[in-house]
């Protein structure tokens, strides 16, 4: 039923942003004659003396960083937001411009240089879900700070510089563009519905159970229908949260374990460290209520083929639509069918 | 006066889309230890015997090239769009798909394997125009095509996988988002003015002369105020022209000299054959009147620091907004500066 396009172009909705995406099933079997990324090494020693986010080590900004045991964060060297800037706005003719400022910081997963978020033991993912929420609340509750993001670069091949096992947090005044566009589609749902769009869409994603990937007692990660990126997946708590501040204790461990459990079958896809953006979309820290939202993280990985062979979102994608060539089911069904063992760790 | 924010982070606004996008101006001294990219090669021959686009060769499909010594199109072996798929809606609950069709062409610029755009003749160039008239005209024509998307990905890194100098088009029933994007900023201004509102931006950036980067008699190539790629420009036609189809001859020739200049400039930033996706955005295909339009063609090159730094549009920018560092103003200053010889001719 939701495969009477399995063969064929088409194109699908995205219910949050409102945007739709080209899919084309039936170009799969295009040869590959590009270009080929380098696979991601894996062999990392546990501390090296040469990384600015090691534990003890200078950074690049001149400062050092404490011997951190859990979950540490600081304020970016090489921030591109900066707090206290002059609020002014330009408007000539057809240019428009308004100043901008926010806080970015760096959050450091683990003092072991060699790990990633699949290799942690699930409290120590739930350790970075708390400084997660403590950086939500503290940032979000600074003057003039109306949104939050939390964020991933994962690997070279999306600009991460540093293996060592980090993220970003990029708060600002402005509400940005992409989150802008989903307040727009899930506030006009709420009105309509008296429900979170993403609670109905959840509900109907488990009675189809076409695109779900894992399922514990709290969340779910699944591919969405609309996704862009060929294994795209969203994490999604059961219960509407409208940010990661509301989580209940069970909760935290609930989304850790599905934190590992999904970057595990990522892993086991091509049997590499696999690159991805990943991204917390959750209510503005406008002070206002918002029971409209429900907050999900994002996971947009590059590759498509192998280890060493990624989409490109280029040309038509950028003029255009954005396309992608396996659907949404197949590309779940893949993941599904994988070990939940990391493929390091299998005999 | 345009550049009371060229030290601050602040927000600009694209017109023709209505989106943000954030620009850093400070950030530029950010170190960079992140993924390094191959410099793309320069030296191939005139003609190799593996290139399926090369004349008389076999392509992916199985047919054969013909002798051709003009710039040659084909319809795509691989092509992500099809004719005549059966039209068809789908709606499940907030499942939403519709069928698209259409057809996918390669054009191949040159029987000239080791050529690109900047190395070739102006009369060489106006002769890929001639084709690019003739496949938005006829590909327009057909039943059920509503948009012709004519693009070229430049270089391994925007995912082109032959060097061979050619472009796509891609021809399709539904307008595709980008473009849908853009068609209602152009409506309202039109409506409102009377007057397109590229004519209008045209016009106050020739007085300000601060993104200038090439004019000619027909054609003025410049970087928009709103540029979110380091080196993004756009090349527009003086007179307002809803297609390359209502070029007058000598705007034809205009319009190549332009595509050399500044293809030249991009080559010239740092010796290197500058990567990029180009695509050019018309009126619609629907059979009506577009007074609203004013065709222009943009490129979004990824190099930011040199020929092998490009800027990754990732995590934040993927979540949040599109960022820049260095500001429109200062790559216009940049490019303007180079010289219109191209590098591997200078003595
Ligand atoms: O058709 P090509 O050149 O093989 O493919 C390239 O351009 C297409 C259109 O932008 C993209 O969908 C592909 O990801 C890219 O690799
Ligand atoms: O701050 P980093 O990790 O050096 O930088 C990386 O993430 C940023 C936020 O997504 C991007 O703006 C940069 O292009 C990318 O290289």
């Given at each position: 039923?939701t495969n009477s396009f399995n063969d064929n172009p088409h194109r699908r909705l995205n ?5 739709w995406i080209l899919v084309s099933p039936h170009r ?197 229908y609309w996704a ?93 639509n954005p396309q992608r060539d396996i659907t949404a089911e ?18």
């Open positions: 039923m219910i949050l942003t409102g945007e799969t079997k295009r040869p590959w004659q590009g270009k080929t990324e380098k696979s991601a090494t894996t062999d990392l020693p546990v501390y090296d003396p040469s990384c600015y986010l090691c534990p003890t080590n200078e950074r690049m900004g001149g400062e050092f960083n404490p011997s951190y045991e859990k979950p540490y964060s600081f304020v970016n060297d090489f921030s591109a937001l900066l707090p206290n800037v002059k609020e002014e706005s330009y408007k000539n003719g057809l240019l428009y411009a308004e100043s901008e400022s926010g806080i970015c910081k760096v959050v450091c997963f683990s003092p072991n240089h060699s790990l990633t978020l699949p290799l942690m033991s699930v409290s120590e993912i739930a350790d970075v879900i708390s400084l997660w929420q403590k950086e939500y609340k503290e940032l979000g509750a600074v003057d003039g700070i109306n949104h939050v993001q939390i964020f991933e670069n994962k690997g070279g091949i999306m600009g991460c510089s540093n293996p060592h096992p980090h993220g970003q947090i990029w708060a600002q005044n402005k509400i940005p563009q992409e989150v802008h566009k989903k307040i727009g589609n899930l506030q006009t749902y709420w009105e309509k519905h008296g429900r979170s769009i993403l609670e109905d869409y959840l509900e109907q994603e488990l009675q189809l159970d076409e695109r779900i990937i894992v399922e514990n007692e709290h969340f779910v990660a699944l591919i969405p862009v990126w060929p294994y795209e997946t969203m994490i999604l708590p059961k219960r509407k949260l409208a940010h990661i501040g509301l989580l209940s204790e069970s909760e935290k461990i609930s989304y850790a374990e599905i934190l590992k459990q999904l970057t595990i079958k990522y892993d086991n896809i091509f049997n590499t460290s696999f690159p991805y953006s990943a991204g917390i979309h959750q209510a503005p820290t406008d002070g206002k209520d918002h029971p409209e939202w429900h907050f999900h993280m994002s996971f947009y990985p590059p590759l498509l083929r192998s280890a060493t062979v990624k989409k490109f979102m280029v040309g038509y994608e950028m003029f255009a197949q590309a779940a069904e893949t993941m599904k069918s994988l070990s939940n063992e990391h493929f390091s760790q299998l005999g």
